[in-house]
């Protein structure tokens, strides 16, 4: 699972959007994973994904 999810990137643009070829499919089978091994959630946010999502920030 590890590995699938370290290569995330390789997976083909037009197929990302995608359940079964895609990192919707990657998530879901990672969330399945985890839940059957009761392994916690990780909370370290992996190097690759930083920046991706950005919170808007309040200018007052």
């Not at 990137?9 to 091994?37: C, E, K, N, T, V």
């Not at 690759?48 to 999502?53: E, Q, V």
Request: with cysteine; charged share 20%; proline share 7%.
């Amino acid at each position: 699972m590890r590995h699938a999810l370290s290569r995330h990137d390789d997976i083909d643009p037009a197929a990302r959007p995608g359940f079964y070829a895609g990192w919707s499919g990657l998530a879901a089978a990672a969330l399945r994973a985890g839940h059957l091994l009761d392994a916690p959630l990780s909370r370290k946010r992996p190097s690759t994904c930083s920046g991706t999502s950005r919170r808007a920030t309040s200018s007052t």
